[in-house]
C-alpha cells in the first residue's frame, strides 16, 4: 500500500497527519491468500472513508476465518479498518 495517501482536506476540518483509526468499506478483486502470515491481497477501488484511491495493497484479516471459502480472483465487498498505515479487513461478503 502506499502510505502517502493525500487526505480528503475540507471534510470537517480534520485534515491531521496522524491517521486515527477508521472504518470504510471497499469494493475490489483478491490477488493474494496468505493464510501462513493472515494478509489478503486486494486490488480494490476508492474507499473515501478512509481516503484511499484505487490500489493493490495486503490486509490483515481480522479474524483469520475470513479467509474461508475466499479464492484468488473473487471479485468481494469488504469492511476495512485502518490502524495507522496498516488495515484490516473486518468483513467480506461477495459480489
Ligand atoms: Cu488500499
Same mark, same amino acid.
Given at each position: 500500500?502506499?502510505?502517502?495517501v ?6 470537517? #476540518?480534520?485534515?491531521? *497527519? ?6 470504510? +468499506?471497499g469494493?475490489?478483486?483478491?490477488t493474494?491468500?496468505? %493464510?501462513?502470515?493472515?494478509?489478503? %491481497?486486494?486490488?480494490? #477501488?476508492?474507499i ?10 495486503? !490486509? ?7 479467509f *474461508?471459502?475466499?479464492?484468488?480472483g =473473487? *471479485?468481494i465487498? !469488504?469492511?476495512?479498518?485502518? +490502524? #495507522?498505515?496498516?488495515? =484490516?479487513?473486518?468483513?467480506?461478503r461477495?459480489?
Amino acid at each position: 500500500m502506499s502510505g502517502d495517501v493525500k487526505g480528503m482536506s475540507g471534510m470537517g #476540518g480534520m485534515d491531521k *497527519r496522524a491517521p486515527a483509526d477508521k472504518t470504510g +468499506q471497499g469494493v475490489g478483486v483478491i490477488t493474494a491468500i496468505d %493464510t501462513k502470515a493472515n494478509k489478503l %491481497t486486494i486490488q480494490h #477501488g476508492p474507499i473515501p472513508a478512509v481516503g484511499w484511491p484505487t490500489m493493490t495493497m495486503a !490486509f490483515k484479516a481480522n479474524p483469520p476465518t475470513l479467509f *474461508r471459502g475466499l479464492r484468488v480472483g =473473487e *471479485r468481494i465487498g !469488504f469492511d476495512v479498518q485502518t +490502524q #495507522g498505515v496498516a488495515a =484490516e479487513v473486518t468483513a467480506v461478503r461477495p459480489q
